[in-house]
């Protein structure tokens, strides 16, 4: 029997343009803010990445926060919306702040400006918009294809925003004046480009009635499954093992991009060249890109998605290893092909990653009788910000602490070493780990025997 359909294809599309928001800010943030802050504010790499990882230390409440907070917000606009509209006003403000640095600051004053902004935008605003936004796949549909099919076009459009901020920020900071006159204006353009969309995208979806999500044979109570505070959130999200796996795959996912993305430096000065971060950027996006629009097909042919996720990830582990081959024979093209393979065996994972937290959701309800949805999400916005800013704060101790000079024409022997290690292998070892967690997470079989045990 099929399951019932509840969106059109302009729902998926509009849903999916979301993440053309949510990239306009982590792809500018993930690729550029280091190397704007080093090169053109003059702040040390070592001093930014301890900050970001204090940062870090808030979003560790907030995520959680936030999640139980759409779980338990009744409105007009249902339990997400309104979050993922207004979130991303403050989203735009905090990103063109963090831009905006004043050049004649005091050292002191800058380091703090930094702080509170990127702070604000990724503990606060960021949170509560991409909390909502993913929480919605299980909240517009319960269909588990709509699902995978909303987050391949979600992530089509979330890689593709990414290739192209890659691809045009070097010379669009350029044509705009360069220099901090440059970056503040990309920044707002970006900005405002980011809070239109996303508006957008929020009035092209509707939520189910809650009656609707939950009506099935093992639905208590509604009032009981609305009632529990935000520690028994935690303890229920602690004791899902599926969500653990789900939430350490995300965090791990967003320290490889970040680590990539901050492959910038890899290309200034290892390749020579540091518009070839673009170039990098459309062998690894397009194929993505490409792997994605058949990913829905994919996991309905393989009957689930945990084998495709799985050879994806060993796929994708021995194409980063030739990649590193390629390196250090500095065989450019042969880096390119395969960096664009790994790109394929990783985009199963990114098609469907929003259907393996809802079907990580429905493991604690069927468990604990909890809907938990919008908490469930939290480990996106975890992972975004926990990974993407150990990523970039990692990059920032390893240039620190390798001997990196501003702006230099050659960086000293100790500096090339590090980026060799920071940008070949360590993407290598990530994906590594990823396929062993990925044969773990076998969390659609396990609701498949409590539901015909009912």
């Given at each position: 029997?099929?399951?019932?359909?509840?969106?059109?294809?302009?729902?998926?599309?509009?849903?999916?343009?979301?993440?053309v928001?949510?990239?306009v800010?982590?792809?500018?943030?993930?690729?550029?803010?280091?190397?704007?802050?080093?090169?053109?504010?003059?702040?040390?790499?070592?001093?930014?990445?301890?900050?970001?990882?204090?940062?870090k230390?808030?979003?560790?409440?907030?995520d959680?926060f936030?999640?139980?907070?759409?779980?338990k917000?009744?409105?007009?606009?249902?339990?997400?919306?309104?979050?993922?509209?207004?979130?991303?006003?403050?989203?735009?403000?905090?990103?063109?702040?963090?831009f905006?640095?004043?050049?004649?600051?005091?050292?002191?004053?800058?380091y703090?400006?930094?702080?509170?902004?990127?702070?604000l935008?990724?503990?606060?605003?960021?949170?509560?918009?991409?909390?909502?936004?993913?929480?919605?796949?299980?909240?517009i549909?319960?269909?588990?294809?709509?699902?995978?099919?909303?987050?391949?076009?979600?992530?089509?459009?979330?890689?593709?925003?990414?290739?192209?901020?890659q691809?045009?920020?070097?010379?669009?900071?350029k044509s705009?004046?360069?220099?901090?006159?440059?970056?503040?204006?990309?920044?707002?353009?970006?900005?405002?480009?980011?809070?239109?969309?996303?508006?957008?995208?929020?009035?092209?979806?509707k939520?189910?009635?809650?009656?609707?999500?939950?009506?099935?044979?093992a639905?208590?109570?509604?009032?009981?499954?609305?009632?529990?505070?935000?520690?028994?959130?935690?303890?229920?999200?602690?004791?899902?093992?599926?969500?653990i796996?789900?939430?350490?795959?995300?965090?791990?996912?967003?320290?490889?991009?970040?680590t990539?993305?901050?492959?910038?430096?890899f290309?200034?000065?290892?390749?020579?060249?540091?518009s070839?971060?673009?170039?990098?950027?459309?062998?690894?996006?397009?194929?993505?890109?490409?792997?994605?629009?058949?990913?829905?097909?994919?996991?309905?042919?393989?009957?689930?998605m945990?084998?495709?996720?799985?050879?994806?990830?060993?796929?994708a582990?021995v194409?980063?290893?030739?990649?590193?081959?390629?390196?250090?024979?500095g065989?450019l093209?042969?880096?390119?092909?395969?960096?664009?393979?790994?790109?394929?065996?990783?985009?199963?994972?990114?098609?469907?990653?929003?259907?393996?937290?809802?079907?990580?959701?429905?493991?604690?309800?069927?468990?604990?009788?909890?809907?938990?949805?919008?908490t469930?999400?939290?480990?996106?916005?975890?992972?975004?910000?926990?990974?993407?800013?150990?990523?970039?704060a990692?990059?920032?101790?390893?240039?620190?602490?390798?001997?990196?000079?501003?702006n230099?024409?050659?960086?000293?022997?100790?500096?090339?070493?590090?980026?060799?290690?920071?940008?070949?292998?360590?993407?290598?070892?990530?994906n590594?780990?990823?396929?062993?967690?990925?044969?773990?997470?076998?969390?659609?079989?396990?609701?498949?025997?409590?539901?015909?045990?009912e």
């Amino acid at each position: 029997m099929d399951e019932k359909r509840y969106l059109k294809w302009y729902n998926k599309v509009g849903y999916g343009s979301g993440d053309v928001a949510g990239n306009v800010v982590y792809a500018l943030l993930s690729s550029f803010v280091m190397i704007y802050l080093t090169d053109t504010v003059g702040l040390n790499s070592g001093v930014v990445g301890t900050l970001m990882m204090l940062s870090k230390l808030f979003d560790g409440v907030t995520d959680i926060f936030f999640g139980s907070m759409i779980d338990k917000t009744k409105s007009r606009m249902g339990k997400a919306r309104p979050w993922m509209f207004w979130g991303f006003f403050g989203c735009a403000i905090t990103l063109a702040a963090i831009f905006m640095i004043p050049v004649n600051l005091g050292e002191g004053a800058k380091y703090a400006w930094f702080f509170l902004a990127y702070t604000l935008l990724n503990a606060v605003f960021y949170t509560a918009n991409n909390i909502a936004y993913s929480a919605l796949t299980s909240l517009i549909t319960k269909n588990g294809s709509e699902r995978v099919q909303m987050g391949s076009i979600r992530f089509m459009f979330a890689f593709g925003t990414s290739l192209l901020i890659q691809t045009i920020t070097v010379g669009f900071v350029k044509s705009m004046g360069g220099g901090a006159e440059g970056w503040r204006t990309v920044a707002i353009i970006y900005a405002v480009i980011g809070l239109v969309v996303n508006s957008l995208s929020v009035l092209s979806v509707k939520e189910l009635p809650a009656e609707e999500l939950d009506e099935t044979n093992a639905r208590k109570d509604m009032e009981k499954i609305e009632k529990y505070s935000l520690g028994d959130a935690v303890r229920l999200l602690a004791s899902n093992k599926f969500y653990i796996i789900i939430c350490g795959v995300y965090i791990l996912t967003q320290v490889y991009t970040a680590t990539l993305n901050m492959g910038i430096y890899f290309m200034a000065y290892i390749l020579g060249d540091e518009s070839l971060l673009g170039v990098f950027s459309m062998a690894i996006n397009i194929p993505l890109i490409a792997g994605l629009v058949f990913t829905p097909v994919l996991v309905k042919k393989m009957k689930g998605m945990y084998k495709i996720n799985l050879a994806g990830y060993i796929l994708a582990t021995v194409a980063r290893g030739l990649v590193i081959v390629g390196g250090y024979m500095g065989n450019l093209p042969m880096m390119l092909i395969f960096s664009g393979v790994a790109a394929i065996g990783m985009s199963p994972l990114q098609g469907d990653l929003n259907a393996l937290i809802a079907s990580c959701s429905e493991y604690t309800f069927l468990t604990k009788h909890k809907r938990i949805d919008g908490t469930m999400f939290s480990c996106t916005s975890l992972g975004v910000k926990i990974g993407g800013g150990i990523g970039t704060a990692l990059a920032g101790w390893m240039l620190a602490a390798s001997g990196y000079i501003p702006n230099a024409v050659t960086q000293v022997d100790s500096c090339i070493n590090m980026l060799y290690f920071m940008y070949l292998w360590i993407p290598m070892i990530i994906n590594l780990v990823i396929a062993f967690l990925l044969s773990r997470l076998k969390v659609e079989q396990a609701n498949a025997r409590l539901e015909s045990a009912e």
